[in-house]
């Protein structure tokens, strides 16, 4: 029983954290909003202040039915489902690494990769306030997490950097065009002081793959217009959380794989 209710107490606390995570994505990429100003939520079309009762993640939308209080506007879905993203991320790290120093790193790297994601997704940009901050901070976290080696986030950095610079200096090289944005340089480069250079290799073989499929069902969808710009920052989080619960295993098994 006792087991039951620190799930419960952990994956609450996943949740209110990604009510705090809805804020940070709204007002990052505002130069003009601040995140802890104004304190409380507001409504974004009436501008109601909203109430506590009315912020309760998850459950407030679904009592609410999804629409304000006050003025009955539609509020994205978007809200309760980075929460559960987020509540979801925290007993996940928890089972994975139980109750230690990897598990709250895990989950503030993971916390950090949400929000990146979807400002991403809505702005096509990364902002710096997260990654080169988030570089020297996962790099000193990184020394907690046992399967990652000084040496591993060295070399995770200059291969995070590194690799995808070259993509995007010799696709402009042969172009003419920038096609890869700076964002996603710097954003590889955190990733790869935590999860070191083999998760850097698994990640960018994972985005890829996944951001090829989806790319080319856009392209179907939007009958072979090829100007469509997908932000590949999404992936690349998609690919370094894939690798913190599933890379050993699925790495281990690709090499049994290639020596049976």
């Known amino acids: 029983m006792e087991n039951y209710l620190i799930y419960l107490a952990i994956t609450i606390f996943g949740l209110c954290v990604g009510s705090f995570l809805n804020v940070c994505i709204y007002r990052i990429p505002d ?20 109430k506590f009762y009315d912020n309760i993640p998850v459950l407030s939308y679904i009592l609410l039915k999804g629409r304000c209080r006050q003025c009955q506007a539609s509020i994205s879905w978007r809200y309760p489902l980075v929460e559960l993203l987020t509540g979801l991320g925290a007993i996940s790290v928890f089972l994975k690494s139980g109750m230690t120093f990897a598990t709250l790193i895990y989950f503030i ?17 990364i902002p710096d306030v997260i990654t080169l901050p988030g570089i020297p901070v996962f790099f000193v976290m990184a020394l907690a997490v046992p399967d990652v080696t000084l040496k591993d986030s ?46 850097v290799l698994f990640t960018i073989f994972i985005s890829s793959a996944i951001g090829t499929v989806t790319g080319l069902a ?5 009958k072979g217009n090829l100007k469509l710009a997908v932000p ?28 049976g």
């Open 154 to 199: 060295l070399i995770g950095l200059l291969i995070g950097g590194g690799s995808l610079w070259a993509v995007a200096f010799i696709y402009k090289l042969v172009t003419g065009k920038d096609g890869m944005g700076g964002g996603d340089i710097k954003l590889l480069a955190m990733m790869g002081v935590l999860i070191g250079w083999q998760g």
């Open 109 to 125: 790297f993971i916390a950090c990769l949400l929000v990146i994601t979807f400002i991403d997704l809505d702005h096509r940009i």
């Open 31 to 50: 130069d003009s909003k601040s995140i802890n100003h104004p304190s409380r939520s507001i409504c974004l079309n009436c501008g109601y202040t909203l």
């Open 218 to 222: 856009v392209m179907l969808v939007q």
């Open 232 to 259: 590949f920052g999404p992936f690349l989080a998609i690919g370094a959380i894939s690798y913190i619960f599933f890379g050993q295993q699925l790495i281990y098994w690709y090499l049994n794989l290639l020596s």
